[in-house]
């Protein structure tokens, strides 16, 4: 598995559909398409939308059917606290849960206007 994180509209899906060769139809935006397709975008978005379920859980499913998918994930840390909770509590749960990834995957990168800053694994892309 690939983890690439950066800000909203840095070129993180531009970046990862360069690297793999893949089209805009082989972008999956929920686990259950990430299971068969090989690149999955929007992982802070799908933490959001189900707060209450075991996203880790349901990640391993997916590592377990694609251990290859490329998983996209903006960074939602950076910047001022908010002040309400569940928004606290939502960016802490993208990050802790980005910090699982980190461990599991093969290579890490932050795309950052455009560019790749390697933070785990060496070489070339597979």
């Not at 090989?38 to 189900?50: A, D, Q, T, Y």
Request: hydrophobic share 40%; proline share 6%.
């Amino acid at each position: 598995m690939i983890l690439l994180i950066g800000g909203t509209g840095q070129g993180k899906l531009a970046y990862a559909i360069e690297k793999t060769g893949c089209g805009p139809e082989d972008v999956a935006r929920d686990p259950e398409a990430a299971r068969r397709k090989p690149i999955f975008v929007g992982l802070e978005s799908w933490i959001r939308e189900h707060p209450d379920e075991n996203l880790e859980e349901k990640l391993d499913t997916v590592l377990e059917d694609n251990p290859d998918v490329v998983i996209l994930c903006d960074e939602v840390g950076c910047g001022v606290v908010p002040i309400d909770p569940g928004e606290r509590s939502w960016r802490e749960a993208v990050g802790r849960l980005c910090c699982v990834l980190a461990r599991r995957a093969d290579r890490v990168e932050r795309i950052f206007c455009g560019l790749s800053m390697v933070l785990k694994g060496e070489g070339a892309w597979k």
